[in-house]
Structure formats: structure tokens, C-alpha cells
């Protein structure tokens, strides 16, 4: 009898109305607006097991003999690499070689020169002091003993070349680095810490295997996993592509940019032969998303009729394609040329080529 | 080592013996590669997988 609702109702609501404006005002900034935020830094990606890739090069570096047969392919890039090197007319006090697996580039710097008309000496003697850097001990020090290492003044030093290099700034007349990058899991990072501790106008000239890279036996493995088992597994690590390199290049500050591809292909007589050259090389699979333990013997089974068949040769043998990325970059420093401006040509190419009209096919 | 064949050397010499049959299931298999699923050549494969343990055993 005393309520009357109606009449309350009302007068409520205002009140109510207030209050929640009021508290929406006040609260609202802090409560109910989140963002997601990034921890500072760029992220990293990790890929590759680092831990898996060094017991597999210090396995492998363990038996000399078979270890030595099958130096074939770093010891051709690394001659390639070394050639790069001979373009550049100067003295180079230091160098730095990254990941320099069993001193390959060291190796390569001691041999005669490939031009004997020319009668330039050994491309080691342009070099006061190398400093070859890996993350494994047993194939850095394999070849200790070798009779090159008395004719380069040669500095070995065990540490993971994926941390934080532990170099003083623009200490380094060149940085050179033969088949390792490919098992580094923060490439841009790695390419701004090379940035770094490189002198002024000093190159960087690297080798890196690339896109197809065994593309035979990624496809083949695939089909026999498919066919086999009913899915795909990661059996061949992912690579860099030669277009994302120039742009990584430029990202992390080099100048003056040169990267190219070269294709090695090696015949063997079976899939087999391939798969355990890869391991004494040390560069078998080091994925972290990886499946555990040898390929099922199904597979391989399955795998060798499948690239024999999809890719082998006439004569019976396998090629693998292995696709190597080499870049040049230089650290930026005075006097060194930049392209012209865009638009500031004054010459019309036209006129020089001797003219006629533009045709355009369709 | 010498004097000691590895398990993959004899795995591949095993293998080596069966060209014939390996080849069947690399032509079924390749025949259409795009639509490859489980045990799509099962017959080729057993044939391939006999072969072998026949070799292997001998």
C-alpha cells in the first residue's frame, strides 16, 4: 500500500542514468580498451634446432676419412667465393669467415691462383690475418695439421655464430661466409651484426644455399610420404629465396648490392648415396618442427624407385640441384658511389642505341 | 670403418637388386603425381617390398 512502483520507477532512473555515465567516464580509458601489444624487438622465428645442427656437424666431423670425401661441394663454393675475392684490388688486414665449417674458405685462399698467365701469387697473401669462426670444434679443428694452414695466417674460434658476435666494432677488413647461413634462424639480425663489426666501405661476401635446393628429393620424399604413410613431414629444411635476400641486405644497412644464383648439380648413383653424403656433410635436417629419429624404411624404400623415376638421368644416375645464393654487400662508408637520383639522367638512351621507335607486342 | 658395412650400405645393395620392381612403383606413382594418396600403388609396393626382403635375406 505504501509502494507505489509507478512513481518510483521513475524517479530512479535518472539516478541510475547518471551514475553509469558517470562511471563510464571514469573507468573506461583503462578497463575495457586493450590492446595487444608486441614486446620491443623484432620477433624471432626459431626454425632450426642450433643444438641438433652442431651434434650433427661434430658427428660427422668425428670420422675424418669419410668427412674429408665428402668436403667436394664447400670446397667448390668456397674456391667460387674466394674467386669473388680476387675482383677486389686492396690488402685486407683482418677477415672474418662465419661459419666457417672445416676452414674450407682458408683452404681455398691458399691455392695457386686460377689465372697462371697472370702469375698472381696465392689470394692468401692479400690477407694479413683470418679469423675463422664455427660452432662446432671437431670439424673446425679436423683439418688442423694440413700443410695450408702454414702458408694463411689462420685463427680459429669455437662459438655459436648465431649469438651476439663477440667483435668489436668495424673491426673487420671483410667478412666472408661459405655454406652456413642457411641454418641461421634470425638471418636479419645475424646480417646487421656482419653490418656491424665490418670497417667502413669493407664487403660482405657470402654463399648460401637457396630456394630449390635438393628440390629432387623434397618432391620425391613427399610423394613417397603421401603415398606411404597418407602425410607430408619435413624431411628438406626450408630455405631462403634469392628475392628475399636482396631486400634482407638492404634492410640490416649494406650498400651496393650484388646477389646471384649458381646451380651445382652432382650426379649419384642412388638416393642412398645422396642422403649419406648430406649427413657426413653434416647438413642434414635440422628443423625443429622435424619428426624424430631415421626416415621409415618404407619411405625410403618408396623414395628411391620415386626419384629415379621422376628425375633420374639416362645413364641410370640421380642429379641433386643445389642452388647457391651469392651475395656481395658493402658496409656504407665515405666516398663510396650511390646511384644517381631517380629522374636526373640527361642523356635519352634512345639516342645513344641509335633510336627507332618502341614497338610493343601483344 | 673398414671391414664393417653400415646398415644403409646393405639396406641400398638390397635394394640395388630390385630395379624392376622399383621402377613399377616410381611409373605408378609418377603416372599422377597430383593425386597421390595412402597406399594409392599398394600393389607395386608389396611387390617392391618382397623383392627386397627376398635380396636381403639372400
Not at chain 1, 642457411?182 to 656491424?196: F, G, K, T, V
Not at chain 1, 613417397?224 to 629465396?241: C, F, I, K, N
Not at chain 2, 645393395?13 to 606413382?29: L, N, P
Amino acid at each position: 500500500m505504501t509502494m507505489r512502483p509507478a512513481n518510483l520507477l521513475p524517479s530512479l532512473r535518472p539516478f541510475l542514468r547518471r551514475s553509469a555515465t558517470r562511471r563510464r567516464a571514469l573507468i573506461t580509458p583503462i578497463a575495457s580498451r586493450n590492446y595487444a601489444t608486441q614486446a620491443p624487438g623484432n620477433p624471432i622465428y626459431q626454425i632450426f634446432n642450433r643444438g641438433t645442427k652442431w651434434q650433427q656437424k661434430d658427428r660427422a666431423a668425428e670420422n675424418v676419412e669419410r668427412s674429408r670425401k665428402v668436403d667436394y661441394l664447400k670446397d667448390e663454393v668456397a674456391m667460387r667465393l674466394a674467386e669473388r675475392l680476387l675482383d677486389i684490388n686492396r690488402h685486407f688486414n683482418h677477415v672474418l669467415d662465419l661459419g666457417a665449417n672445416s676452414c674450407n674458405i682458408a683452404r681455398a685462399l691458399t691455392l695457386p691462383s686460377p689465372f697462371p698467365e697472370m702469375n698472381a701469387p696465392a689470394l692468401s697473401t692479400r690477407l694479413s690475418q683470418l679469423t675463422a669462426v664455427d660452432s662446432s670444434h671437431a670439424l673446425l679443428h679436423r683439418d688442423e695439421d694440413l700443410p695450408f694452414n702454414r702458408e694463411i695466417n689462420l685463427t680459429r674460434r669455437v662459438l655459436d655464430e648465431e649469438t651476439t658476435l663477440p667483435f668489436e666494432d668495424e673491426s673487420f677488413d671483410a667478412v666472408l661466409s661459405s655454406l652456413s647461413m642457411h641454418w641461421i634462424n634470425d638471418l636479419p639480425s645475424q646480417l646487421a651484426q656482419i653490418n656491424r663489426v665490418l670497417k667502413q666501405d669493407a664487403p660482405f661476401i657470402a654463399a648460401m644455399f637457396g630456394g630449390d635446393t635438393l628440390y629432387e628429393l623434397r618432391t620425391s620424399l613427399q610423394l613417397a610420404d603421401q603415398e606411404r604413410r597418407g602425410g607430408v613431414s619435413t624431411h628438406v629444411s626450408p630455405l631462403a629465396d634469392v628475392r628475399d635476400m636482396g631486400g634482407l641486405l638492404q634492410k640490416a644497412g649494406f650498400k651496393m648490392l650484388t646477389v646471384d644464383v649458381d646451380d651445382i648439380i652432382v650426379d649419384y648413383p642412388d638416393t642412398f648415396a645422396l642422403m649419406q653424403d648430406l649427413q657426413q656433410m653434416g647438413e642434414s635436417n635440422a628443423v625443429l618442427s622435424r619428426e624424430k629419429g631415421p626416415i621409415q624404411r618404407d619411405v625410403l624404400l618408396a623414395n628411391e624407385g620415386i626419384y629415379r623415376e621422376l628425375h633420374g638421368n639416362e645413364d641410370g644416375s640421380l642429379p641433386a640441384t643445389f642452388r647457391l645464393i651469392y651475395m656481395i654487400g658493402w658496409k656504407e662508408g665515405p666516398n663510396q658511389s650511390d646511384p644517381l637520383p631517380r629522374g636526373s639522367g640527361e642523356i635519352n638512351i634512345k639516342d645513344i642505341l641509335g633510336g627507332g621507335d618502341i614497338r610493343y607486342y601483344v | 670403418m673398414p671391414g664393417r658395412t653400415k646398415p644403409i650400405e646393405k639396406f641400398a645393395q638390397a635394394v640395388a637388386k630390385c630395379t624392376v620392381e622399383s621402377s613399377a612403383y616410381g611409373k605408378c606413382i609418377v603416372a599422377d603425381y597430383h593425386s597421390v594418396h595412402k597406399d594409392k600403388c599398394l600393389t607395386e609396393f608389396m611387390r617392391l617390398k618382397d623383392c627386397y626382403v627376398v635380396s636381403r635375406n639372400s
